[in-house]
């Protein structure tokens, strides 16, 4: 499909075609000006115009499915007649799509865009994992794309209903060497692809545009102050642990700057070829994502002066962790790493147990396991 107001064979501003397989719901992030609304708007007019019977802007052999109700929202304003500011005009309208679907006889397809920017960074981030949560699981199973520049949903604890239904999809900009303002010189490609983007291009967009470059250079030093550690996107993942008298109370531990960093957990990630998934604080409970069935790999350290480490795999983490802690050390910490199978967290458990032998690592572990 295209952006229905463009010509594809245009050649001053030619429309990026892209193929859309939209099952469950897209989790979308992107740089600003990367085409997010643009890419909904199409999707929407493309249903929109075929379930009435009219040409879409979409390629031959396309299918679409037939939806009952049609749910768009993009930036909210402010209803001074009613006494209601933009994020109270917000919530009215996620909450009318909720009700609305609750007497459905008939799948939705929704188009959420930036929901919750109207708030704190911190709760819009809680609230609007909550709203995409809903639409994805299973009360309300809606179908759609969910786009945001809060980043840190990705982090939150979501049920594994609603992981079941989320693809993570991402319009990436190419970036180049050459530099204006001291920003790297970014254009848009307008192609989705799958994965996360983390990087919003703000500071890039606001330059621009013609912001002052005063402003613009004293916005990067406050970057560069809250950022002193150089570190990659896969670096600044928050990790989530949960206090062990409440399940339902998410405490996040940053990971930036490497403060959960272990010589271990190198050697892990070589073996495994991914970063952790969860690292559980000392006398922290397990994370509340991590469902009884799920495969993993885990990685204990003991507290010092043993400071020993012991790998094992299992689809019931939460139980090993609160038994070795009952039997042994009360207060270890743990990696996970989510694996797709038994069988692949027992290859990851014999690589990372033949590794720290090899790297003089003190393992409890009283043997290498084999399959």
């Excluded at 952006?3 to 939209?22: C, F, I, M, Q, R």
């Excluded at 500071?203 to 545009?209: N, P, S, Y």
């Excluded at 994370?287 to 299992?314: D, F, I, M, T």
Aim: glycine letters at 6%; aromatic letters at 8%; proline letters at 5%.
């Amino acid at each position: 499909m295209w952006p229905y107001w463009k010509k594809k064979g245009s050649h001053e501003h030619p429309a990026v075609t892209n193929t859309v397989d939209l099952t469950g719901m897209w989790l979308l992030t992107a740089p600003n000006m990367s085409g997010k609304s643009t890419l909904m708007r199409s999707a929407a007019a493309s249903a929109l115009l075929s379930v009435c019977g009219f040409c879409a802007p979409v390629g031959a052999g396309s299918h679409l499915h037939r939806f009952g109700s049609l749910f768009v929202r993009g930036a909210s304003e402010d209803v001074p007649s009613e006494g209601k500011s933009a994020f109270e005009a917000e919530m009215d309208e996620i909450g009318a799509m909720f009700r609305s679907q609750d007497h459905a006889s008939s799948p939705s397809l929704a188009f959420v865009d930036e929901v919750c920017r109207g708030t704190s960074p911190r709760e819009g981030t809680w609230l609007a994992g909550a709203i995409f949560e809903a639409m994805a699981g299973r009360k309300w199973c809606m179908t759609g794309i969910f786009a945001t520049h809060l980043h840190d949903i990705v982090n939150l604890p979501l049920s594994q209903e609603c992981l079941d239904r989320t693809t993570e999809m991402q319009i990436p900009w190419s970036e180049s060497v050459e530099s204006t303002n001291g920003f790297a010189t970014t254009e848009g490609r307008y192609q989705l692809t799958r994965g996360i983007c983390k990087d919003s291009k703000a500071l890039e967009t606001a330059t621009r545009c013609g912001m002052d470059p005063r402003i613009t250079e004293r916005a990067k030093r406050y970057y560069d102050y809250l950022h002193k550690t150089k570190h990659d996107s896969t670096d600044s993942t928050q990790t989530l642990c949960v206090r062990p008298d409440d399940e339902n109370n998410p405490v996040i531990a940053r990971s930036d700057n490497n403060p959960h960093r272990d010589s271990v957990v190198d050697l892990a990630e070589k073996a495994t070829g991914k970063t952790y998934d969860i690292f559980v604080e000392a006398s922290y409970a397990t994370h509340p994502s991590l469902s009884r069935g799920q495969p993993v790999l885990y990685v204990l350290k003991e507290p010092a002066p043993e400071g020993k480490y012991y790998v094992g795999e299992s689809r019931n983490f939460k139980e090993r962790l609160e038994t070795h802690r009952r039997r042994k050390h009360k207060n270890v910490v743990a990696w996970v790493f989510k694996a797709s199978s038994i069988d692949e967290a027992r290859d990851w458990e014999e690589a990372l147990c033949t590794a720290c032998r090899r790297h003089n690592l003190p393992l409890s572990n009283t043997r290498i396991p084999r399959k």
